[in-house]
């Protein structure tokens, strides 16, 4: 019969000491040390040409199989069979692998014949490439896009444009991450893979400040004299009541209403009241006054119920401006 031999070990797990079996306490302590010990490594901005062919194809990222992608880059001409035999035996690359790296560095050459190894490049660049050899080289891409949102969940946070630069100096053009990018699923090569030099660019965060507001002309721009004839000639005719589309008082805020457009009550005002201002005028300030209906649609008040509705009407309606207004939406959505 075997005996369970049990120890007593400080569990770095529970913060206590704990009787288990050693091997298992020993590999739980150990497991435990090694994930806290992990660091989360933040992914750069910018990639050579053979980091990205590593990063596409989860390549293995040691010192000497760094090496010997850059030499694949250089040496693009060598056949497969000579690439794969000149690798060192401890690499891990296979031979599919090397092939693999050939074809996309073959199907490249043209579009990217300068890029050297050693040459940093937009992380966004790159993406852009690996769009297009998923839409039009069915390559498998899934790597390239986990470490492209891990980076623009990052640091990316900050980079809203990418601008092409001219002697990395002037800027041509600019695009927004995801425009840029989208153009690399364009069929012809020539259009997917840009040849310019392209750089990220950070968002600059200005404060906005809010316009101030100019006092209101209370004359609405007709002059003094002006409007205050204009009101007289309205007061005068509600005491009248000699124009039948015009009724007093029962728009809103107490405003006047006539069942027409502004140009036919200014033609009935000049004729009956002799007015000074013209129709440019008259249209500016006539709105103070009286609520027009040129769709001939002013609704018909028979009694009390009906004035009451109508009053509710305007009263809801300038609630529904308040609520719609753009000052209120700027202030929700904050």
């Known amino acids: 019969m075997r005996t369970l031999h049990l120890y007593k ?4 797990v529970c913060g206590v000491w704990c ?28 990639w050579t040409y053979s980091e990205f062919i590593t990063v596409l194809l989860s390549l293995d990222r040691s010192t ?6 850059e030499w694949l880059l250089e040496n693009q001409t060598s056949t497969v069979t000579e690439k794969f035999r000149r690798r060192d035996k401890e690499i891990n690359l296979s031979l599919g692998q090397v092939s693999r790296i050939s074809r996309i560095t073959d199907y490249l050459s043209e579009s990217i014949p300068s890029y050297t190894t050693d040459r940093k490049l937009s992380i966004v660049f790159w993406m852009r490439v690996g769009i297009h050899l998923s839409a039009h080289y069915s390559e498998n891409i899934d790597n390239l896009i986990k470490n492209y949102c891990e980076w623009k969940d990052d640091q990316g946070r900050d980079y809203v444009l990418i601008a092409k630069q001219k002697n990395n100096t002037s800027k041509d053009a600019s695009y927004s991450l995801d425009a840029f990018i989208s153009r690399g699923a364009f069929k012809d090569k020539s259009k997917a893979i840009p040849e310019e030099n392209w ?12 316009k101030s507001k100019k006092q ?13 004839e204009l009101k007289k000639v309205i007061e005068i005719e509600i005491e009248r009541s000699s124009i039948n589309n015009l009724r007093s008082k029962t728009g809103p805020s107490g405003k006047c209403e006539y069942n027409s457009n502004r140009e036919e009550l200014y033609r009935e005002l000049l004729e009956k009241y002799k007015l000074t201002l013209t129709i440019s005028s008259f249209k500016k300030a006539i709105g103070d006054f009286v609520k027009c209906y040129p769709k001939l649609n002013m609704p018909n008040i028979k009694n009390k119920k009906d004035a009451f509705l109508h009053q509710q009407s305007h009263k809801n309606e300038e609630e529904r401006k308040k609520i719609t207004s753009l000052d209120n939406i700027k202030r929700l959505s904050e």
């Open 199 to 210: 750089k990220i660019i950070k968002a600059t965060l200005l404060e906005i400040k809010p």
């Open 19 to 46: 009787a288990a079996p050693i091997r298992q306490s020993l590999k739980v302590a150990i497991n435990y040390l090694v994930n806290s010990m992990k660091i989360k490594t933040s992914i750069e901005s910018e």
């Open 216 to 228: 209101k002309d209370p004359f609405q721009g007709i002059g003094k004299n002006k409007y205050t």
């Open 64 to 69: 000497e199989a760094q090496q010997y992608l």
């Open 9 to 12: 070990l400080w569990c770095v």
